[in-house]
């Protein structure tokens, strides 16, 4: 059946995205991958967040390939009207490259060197996207990045304006509103070096000279408060891991490579973990979670590729520590409020980590408040692992703890500026965790520089923001930073996920999803995905709210809120 909602496409309202005052755009700039936002120390790009100002309006933010970010178009439902989102795709005359245009129900593409229109006559698909509000899941509450010693060494290079950007960027509501922070206990592959607490003297049990934190640690603190102020954040949660203890507590003697706990220091190890968490609440930064430990396998099985800090465990070891010293040693202390999360290792082991830790100590998991997982080879892996672990785990929280671009062998390391393809990867990632249980994601480095470093190991990878560590004045924004930002920016804390489906994906190749949630005040929020070269249509069929129609450029995502 063909839809006649397209013909009036020209009639449509169009709106404007400039509100006086009260926006600050992006500074895109081109670069040889794409675009980046670029900060400096007297400007940066914020969006206030958007209020629905009755229950007929729609608000749809916006990014795409071709320079949207955080476009804001407003429409009103009462109209019954479609709402376009304007890309210079649509309406410019003067195309610099490739471009792909749009006229009614035409589409053709314009070669930048060839005079003549290279049509190609396709149709634009529509796609029917049903959301269902009563069919509630998980709650969504977490969202954050990493302080690591990289971060932490390259942000206070910055001039102090250009520091408060950085922070103002990730945790004010203007920015992408993030709530939690993840840090190292000691040192960990994005740093200058490897470093732990009480590395001298060596087999020192009691831990005697651990009684205070590292300088590095209270550089990061100033850095937390400044941030807590600049975010306006009444509650910063931190989550906090060890990549490796000192050497002597270690079979191998090494920080990297083979090696596992010493049995004679499982007390110690344990122990360690408090005096962190002690140490960091004197300093009125209390730590909001731990896990048992960075990617435990990379000391027992990937230490062939990873030559930075590490401590291998196997499930049936870890399960012994947990339900013996770390768990007992925490819940038995001023400390027992923490949360405990398990694994923090790839998908690739799950659910039989769990598994395998129950057989070895029947009340191991009962330690666990919750479930981490790294995103690296989540391509490779089906989400039906996570799925299978929270059948069986039905209430503890599952997080992604860790991701970033550029770490393996094929990626090009360190960043590529304004590569919008890593900003769909991350937008695929999010979209495909939030559908299978997570209730958060939290990112690797905030920052890192234009090699993608400072890393002791030379793992250079991307980051949601580089810093111009040669001029210091510039930071940039890439399209990663705006790809979880559309999730973390819009969805408060007790957001919802609803039922969300598209209706007639005939092609499970087509590059387009939706994830939807319900907010706390009760308006919907859906992430919706375009990877395609074309523009689409989109006819939403909400339970409450009957059908929404929406053009959506190519190449582009776009949060969609309305009550
Ligand atoms: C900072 O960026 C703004 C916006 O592009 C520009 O107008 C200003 O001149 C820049 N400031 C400096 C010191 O470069
Ligand atoms: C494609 O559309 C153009 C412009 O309407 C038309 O001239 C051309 O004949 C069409 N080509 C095909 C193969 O349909
Ligand atoms: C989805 O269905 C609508 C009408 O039912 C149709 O117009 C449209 O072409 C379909 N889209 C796809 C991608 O098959
Ligand atoms: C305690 O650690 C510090 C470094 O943090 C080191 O300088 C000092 O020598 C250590 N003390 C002993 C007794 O090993
Ligand atoms: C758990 O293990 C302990 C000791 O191995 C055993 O005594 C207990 O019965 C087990 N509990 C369950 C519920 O299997
Ligand atoms: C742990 O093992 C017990 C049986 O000993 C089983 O009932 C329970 O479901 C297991 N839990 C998980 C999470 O596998
Ligand atoms: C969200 O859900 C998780 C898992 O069920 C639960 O542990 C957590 O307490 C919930 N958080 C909030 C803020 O409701
Ligand atoms: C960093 O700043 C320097 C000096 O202004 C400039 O030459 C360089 O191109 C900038 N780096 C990037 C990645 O833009
Ligand atoms: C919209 O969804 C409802 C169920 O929520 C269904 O009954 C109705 O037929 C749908 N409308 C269209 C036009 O698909």
Known sequence: MKTHWLGFLFAVIVISAVVLGKEFPCDLRDTKHGSVCVCNSTYCDYLEQPQLADSSQIVVISSSKDGLRFKKTTGDLSEKKPITVDDKQFTDENFKAEAIVVDEQRAWLQMANIRQRLFINASIKTFKISVKREQKYQNISIFGGALTGAVSHLVKQLPEELQDHVYRSYYHPDGIAYNTVRMSIGGCDFDIAPWAYNEWPRNDEKLSNFTELDPRDLEKIDQLKRLKAVGQLDELKIMAAAWSPPPWMKTNGRWTGYGQLKSEYYQTWALYHLKFLELMRAK???????STGNEPLNGVIAFFFVHFMSLGWTPKQQAIWLSDNLGPTIRNSAESKVLIFGDDDQRYTYPSWFEKMNTSRNNSLSYLDGLAVHWYFDDLISPQVIDQAHMQMPNKMILNTESCIGDKPWQTHGPVLGSWQRGE??????????????????DWNLVLD?????????????????????????????PIFYAIGHFSKFLPEQSVRIETRIENQTNPFTQLSVVGFQRPDGSVALIIYNGQNMPVDVVLNDSQRGEIKLRLPPRSWHTVLYK
Do not use: C, L
């Open 284 to 290: 009125n930064m209390p730590i909001w979670a731990i």
């Open 425 to 442: 990867a991350y937008m695929r990632a999010y979209t495909q965790d939030f559908r299978h249980h997570f209730n958060g994601w939290i």
């Open 450 to 478: 234009e090699e993608g470093g400072p890393n002791y190991v030379k793992n250079f990878v991307d980051a949601p923001i580089i810093v111009n560590a040669t001029s210091r004045d510039e930071i940039y924004k890439q």
